[in-house]
């Protein structure tokens, strides 16, 4: 899952760097996926033709899902002992679901149930209803789920739980178009991302990043608007905004950013590559190919739009033509700072 980051702060180069390289290397892990970014799929046979509505039902249950907290113990126990602290502390439904996320993954589901039972909170319901989730007859859980969901449309939760469980249960058509409503509901909150993250699990979590073609001051989010509105005409200021927006999660606010930079520059190609970087939709990764290439071609000297090309290629899972692209990068201006994170993706992918 795509994890959230702190609203009000930018994230610093290095730790952007760091996140970066962190996927790249975690996506390796699914084998044979880069394959497919760059290969076309097989043919079915004529007497075989693809229902692409169902899909193989998923064993076990769907989990309960909840953002991450920085600081938060790995470890099942510990993090079981951790959330128990924090309900203790401050009570309520967010902190009942992440105790009932915590004792399910230290497989004490009784216990997980014990915590949701006691509230009557629609979430809590949608949590419990996971819980019960049984693979062999999945119905009982989903009528449960799809109640919930009826009487919280806008519970993001809720929505995304049922959305969930219908995809494990098999039922693709019904639980995407539930995680679309999900994602286009607030496409930048958590379980926007989460639900756009689970309707392309081809795809790395999250979306491509944007790196800065100079290194900036790091500042929070808070001070790089007010500096951004302060001087509406310094169109760099208002990249730097859009860069540590995307840094945050977000990314519609970013692509505001980039466009009031353009109109006080519109041929500043990084507000460009900024933009289109902001709104990469995994729905058609296409629509952004379609309008960096041409930022590539048109300033082979600008290392920005290449760089961020091979981004969005590995996001694709296409290692092969990302590293390509990266080596001319890396080739480029040795002293921008693009070109030294080009050769530092090219040592890890």
């Given at each position: ?21 962190g ?15 760059t ?21 076990g ?118 995680l ?22 081809a ?13 900036t ?15 509406p ?8 905004y ?108």
């Open positions: 899952m795509a994890s959230s980051s702190d609203p009000q702060t930018g994230v610093p180069r290095g730790r952007l760097l760091a996140l970066l390289i996927g790249v290397i975690a996506a390796g892990v699914i084998v044979g996926l880069a394959a497919l970014a290969q076309d799929p097989p043919t079915p046979p004529v007497s075989a033709p693809i229902d692409r509505s169902v899909s193989d039902p998923l064993p249950q769907p989990p309960i899902v909840v953002p991450p907290v920085a600081g938060a113990p790995t470890a099942p126990e510990k993090r079981v002992a951790w959330a128990v602290a924090r309900r203790e502390a401050t009570p309520g439904i967010e902190a009942d679901l992440r105790l009932a996320a915590a004792q399910v993954a230290a497989a004490d589901t009784s216990a997980a149930q014990a915590t949701l039972g006691s509230s009557g909170e629609a979430s809590a319901q949608a949590a419990l209803a996971l819980t019960q989730y049984d693979a062999a007859e999945p119905e009982k859980a989903l009528a449960v789920l799809a109640s919930v969901a009826t009487t919280a449309p806008t519970d993001p939760f809720v929505q995304f739980s049922y959305g969930e469980a219908l995809l494990w249960s098999g039922q693709r058509a019904a639980g995407e178009k539930t679309r409503s999900v994602r286009d509901a607030s496409p930048d909150s958590f379980y926007g991302v989460a639900a756009d993250d689970l309707l392309h699990p795809m790395p979590s999250g979306y491509p990043p944007f790196v800065l073609a100079a290194a001051k790091d500042g929070s989010l808070a001070t790089l608007k007010r500096q951004a509105a302060a001087a005409n310094d169109a760099q200021a208002q990249v730097t859009g860069a540590a927006l995307i840094g945050a999660g977000q990314r519609m606010a970013a692509v505001d950013a980039f466009d009031a930079a353009l109109v006080v520059d519109p041929g500043l190609v990084e507000a460009k590559v900024g933009k289109i970087i902001a709104g990469y939709a995994k729905d058609n990764p296409a629509g952004s190919f379609g309008q960096m290439g041409p930022l590539v071609r048109d300033n082979p000297s600008d290392p920005s739009p290449r760089l961020h090309l091979a981004l969005m290629l590995l996001w694709l899972r296409d290692s092969d033509t990302a590293r390509a692209e990266l080596r001319q990068v890396a080739a480029s201006d040795p002293n921008s700072p693009l070109t030294q994170i080009a050769k530092q993706l090219l040592a890890t992918i």
